[in-house]
């Protein structure tokens, strides 16, 4: 029965159409749920993902620092979309630690994990010949890993992997370790199929000699690499290195050594030399990929001063690439890697036709193919890519007729593209193949900001600790670095950041 005082209230309301138009509207839109990071304190807090203003943001609340937001995605249809395109991940063959405390506190990786490792990382030093402003590293300058020590750590990862995909040799600046080499060697016999080294390339534009080293023992190098403008290089890494940079290439190509670039993209710095670093790779003979990386605020660069809903996200980092390439390559080239979680990285294959024009292999390989290529796995199977891309060029040579593209100068692209690849099969020439398959990838890092439980969950890349103990990247680097573990060998993760900073908090 509705009472005296409703019946008052529903003749006073507002009965006309516009009347309840002007009703005011929510301001965004509901999402959904995850547990996030106060980007004060770095406790667990409850976080909302919403829509708003046609971008989607995470809305979080800590008890002690109350609301705080950050921008996810500049694109609210691709995040959807990539949401739903999530694949089942493949777990690893054992775990490293139990659940205990939940997520992030049990890493190791523990059996909530949502994928297996298809990059293990192991930091070879704290030494580092650089001070960028921009180190999420915080390098020491304490301490070598030792070669015993790696081999344990080594043959841990391979036992929960069977065989590791991919292992980077990291740091600080990892070419300073006087037992590198010898590091990759160990590692190519012992079960990994590929070995980077991330590096600076100060060394590798000095030393030719090591460089031919490094290519007798096939690594392929991780190479910074923030674009063509000096200024850019005194702002981001502290002083001009592009000559370093350009002769550094020069050596690796001399040997032919592989190389994936590695442009850290500041917002309004460099990111309008997109374009011209997507040129370099499809002019090298030896650049196999290039990695953009949006830049994330850990270690130096945490505290500086930002704008958490004006950071650059995945999405706006597509964006730039199709500007920065004049619509050549477009945002639906871009694929959702289902390997982590789609909100940590895109793809796009490119094929070069004689004449270098690049292709994306999204317009005539079926995208949905791609996803369970890369379902679990971060690096170009070349073979593999030879037979997909076979297939589809057999299908559009009996269907007679070139797949719906763009205009007429990629239609000749693909023409010629065709002949390529028939004339590869036609030879089972794999390896002129394979030389042409290129890779634009974006990996956007989580920092305190951004930090998302269940993009920390289906984390690939791994970093191994020397207890042989394995942390997603992020986790690491926002939560357990200086935990003690890689100094000391300590077998806890017991000191980790947020216990560091509530001490700082209690002492102040
Ligand atoms: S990130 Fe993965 S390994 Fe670490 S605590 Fe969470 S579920 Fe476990
Ligand atoms: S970003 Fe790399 S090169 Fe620069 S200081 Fe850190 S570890 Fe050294
Ligand atoms: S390292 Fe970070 S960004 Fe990359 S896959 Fe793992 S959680 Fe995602």
Not at 87 to 92: A, S, V
Not at 132 to 154: H, Q, S, V
Request: hydrophobic share 35%; glycine share 6%; net charge neutral.
């Amino acid at each position: 029965m509705i009472d005296q005082e409703t019946r008052r209230a529903c003749r006073a309301a507002p009965k006309t159409a516009q009347a309840r138009l002007e009703r005011e509207q929510a301001k965004h839109m509901y999402y959904g749920l995850t547990n996030a990071l106060c980007p004060t304190c770095l406790q667990l807090v409850r976080a909302q993902i919403l829509i708003r203003d046609e971008k989607v943001i995470m809305r979080k609340y800590c008890p002690e620092h109350g609301h705080s937001e950050v921008l996810v995605s500049s694109d609210v249809d691709w995040f959807t979309k990539s949401i739903n395109s999530i694949k089942p991940g493949e777990r690893p063959l054992s775990f490293g630690t139990a659940v205990n405390r939940g997520c992030p506190y049990d890493c190791g990786l523990c059996p909530d994990h949502q994928q297996h490792t298809c990059v293990a990382q192991i930091e070879v030093t704290n030494y580092c010949n650089l001070d960028c402003p921009i180190c999420y590293a915080e390098n020491r300058a304490t301490w070598f890993l030792d070669i015993e020590r790696y081999k344990f750590m080594l043959r841990e990862a391979v036992k929960r992997e069977g065989v590791l995909n991919q292992l980077n040799l990291t740091g600080g600046e990892p070419t300073l370790h006087p037992q590198i080499v010898e590091m990759v060697k160990i590692a190519r016999k012992n079960r990994v199929s590929m070995v980077l080294i991330n590096t600076n390339g100060l060394r590798l534009a000095e030393d030719d000699d090591f460089v031919r080293q490094l290519a007798d023992a096939r690594a392929a190098i991780y190479l910074s690499f923030d674009g063509f403008d000096p200024e850019v290089y005194k702002t981001i890494r502290g002083e001009d290195l592009l000559g370093k940079k350009l002769q550094a290439l020069e050596k690796l190509e001399k040997y032919n050594v592989p190389v994936v670039l590695v442009p850290a993209i500041y917002k309004g710095l460099n990111d309008h030399e997109i374009g011209p670093m997507i040129k370099l790779l499809t002019e090298s003979k030896n650049i196999v990929t290039i990695q953009l990386q949006p830049l994330f605020y850990v270690g130096s660069c945490e505290e500086e001063e930002l704008n958490p809903l004006e950071k650059l996200t995945l999405t706006e980092t597509i964006d730039l690439v199709e500007k920065g390439t004049d619509g050549a390559i477009k945002k639906s080239d871009f694929m959702y890697v289902p390997c982590h979680h789609p909100m940590c990285g895109t793809v796009c294959y490119l094929l070069l036709d004689e004449k270098n024009n690049a292709v994306p292999l999204t317009r005539f390989v079926d995208p949905n193919l791609y996803l369970d290529y890369i379902k679990n796995r971060p690096w170009v199977d070349r073979q593999e890519l030879f037979n997909l891309t076979r297939g589809a060029v057999e299908k559009i040579a009996s269907a007679a007729a070139i797949p719906d593209m763009a205009g007429g100068t990629v239609e000749e692209n693909i023409e010629q593209i065709i002949g390529l690849v028939s004339d590869c099969c036609a030879t089972n020439n794999t390896r002129k193949f394979r030389n042409r398959i290129k890779q634009i990838s974006i990996h956007a890092f989580m920092d305190k900001y951004c930090w998302d439980q269940q993009r920390a969950q289906k984390c690939c890349v791994h970093v191994i600790l020397p207890t042989g103990r394995m942390i997603s990247f992020c986790n690491y680097n926002n939560l357990h670095r200086y935990a003690g573990s890689a100094i000391t060998y300590d077998n806890q993760i017991g000191i980790n950041r947020m216990k560091i900073r509530s001490r700082q908090r209690t002492n102040t």
